[in-house]
């Protein structure tokens, strides 16, 4: 299930939004060193249009010059390499009340997120609830029972999980987020979610 | 490592190759950064979605079976992490915000430099041209052309992961939304 259809490997894309054009069903076998317009689609498609390249490439220098991936967030993503999770310790995200709520044409952010991560033997829940510019996370994993929890990145945070498993991390700041629950000899991390 | 092929450098990686993984960052950065722009969210989201993808992409580098859809699962992962935060916020995706693709960057690209010279003032002029024509255009089709405009170019499976669409649907709609541009280059 960890294909590229399935990002995080969670499931979840599979109950979102998935539509015709996801990697799956409209993969159109191409390799990864860009278009290639002579080639034919593997559904079966034509030739592509050729017209419109010139401005197309103006259109790309155009991003380039005004519009460029900021400098510092290259870093931030090439620093992600050394702060990644042993892959046995991934704890893949089952269930995310916004993941669900797709159908629904507007949602307000006065609910609070519920997410639900798994790993063998554990599972993680979290209710994320945005108060101002920051995040209150409060958590409980299952089975119960005591737990070191700490946050992932930049300005972590370690708490501790009382007898019923449960935690609660205020002042979260919006960004990426992620846990790692130690207990016993156990340790899980969540997969990176945006709050 | 320049020369090495996407899928190569994500085979490197995923080996615990350090080098190969800022390579993979700096070729499909641009990708990334295209998907979020397309999906037109405020400033500070585009930030969190953008490294939210490449968090995830780490964490996940040893789960992903093939290697040259790496670009599509990136493609994919930020349109789902982009559709999250605009549903949190309630929000639709604002039509015309002018705080965002607005020319004037925080970081400015090193072209930037290199086109004081007086030799590219007639390119900087022509894409400035492009670049408003462009945030003229309909938000389908800004939404297209912007993940279109990656360096380098997308696949069109990678643009039909960018933005939940049918492969089949990409080159007409390119098409049609690239001779908008033109006519208003040319008005």
């Known amino acids: 299930m960890h294909d590229p259809g399935d990002p995080g490997g969670s499931g979840d894309s599979g109950r979102e939004d998935s539509l015709p054009g996801d990697p799956r069903s409209g993969d159109s076998g191409r390799n990864d060193s860009g278009r290639n317009d002579s080639e034919t689609d593997a559904s079966g498609m034509d030739h592509l249009p050729l017209g419109g390249d010139e401005l197309e490439e103006e259109l790309r220098r155009a991003a380039g010059l005004f519009d460029p991936v900021p400098a510092h967030l290259v870093e931030i993503a090439v620093a992600a390499f050394t702060v990644r999770t042993v892959d046995t310790e991934l704890a893949e995200l089952l269930f995310d009340s916004l993941a669900v709520a797709a159908a629904e044409p507007v949602r307000g952010g006065d609910q609070p997120r519920l997410l639900t991560f798994g790993w063998p033997g554990a599972t993680i829940d979290l209710e994320i609830t945005a108060t101002g510019g920051r995040n209150r996370v409060a958590g409980q994993v299952l089975p119960p029972g005591p737990a070191r929890i700490e946050t992932r990145g930049a300005r972590a945070v370690t708490v501790t999980a009382d007898p019923l498993g449960r935690f609660a991390l205020d002042e979260v700041l919006p960004g990426a987020f992620s846990v790692r629950c130690v207990r016993g000899p156990d340790a899980f991390t969540t997969e990176w979610i945006t709050i | ?187």
């Not at chain 2, 080098?19 to 700096?26: M, P, Q, S, T």
């Not at chain 2, 015309?96 to 003032?121: F, G, I, K, N, Y």
């Not at chain 2, 894409?127 to 052309?145: D, I, M, T």
Request: net charge negative; charged share 25%.
């Open chain 2, 1 to 187: 490592m320049d020369d090495m092929s996407t899928s190569g450098l994500f085979q490197a990686a995923a080996q615990g190759d350090a080098e190969a993984w800022r390579a993979l960052v700096l070729r499909l950065s641009p990708l990334v950064w295209s998907v979020v722009r397309a999906h037109r969210l405020p400033e500070a989201d585009a930030h969190e979605v953008y490294q939210t993808a490449w968090f995830r992409l780490a964490d996940n580098l040893s789960r992903i079976k093939e290697p040259d859809k790496v670009g599509s699962w990136l493609a994919t992962t930020s349109r789902h992490e982009c559709l999250k935060v605009i549903r949190h916020s309630g929000r639709v995706v604002p039509t015309s915000d002018t705080d965002v693709l607005s020319p004037v960057a925080d970081d400015r690209s090193p072209e930037t430099s290199v086109l004081e010279a007086e030799a590219a003032e007639q390119e900087a002029d022509r894409l400035r041209q492009v670049w408003a024509a462009f945030e003229l255009l309909s938000e389908g089709c800004r939404r297209l052309l912007r993940v279109l405009m990656a360096t380098p170019p997308p696949s069109y499976a990678e643009v039909a992961a960018a933005l939940g669409i049918a492969v089949g649907s990409i080159g007409p709609t390119r098409g049609r939304c690239l001779n908008r541009l033109r006519e208003l280059l040319a008005a």
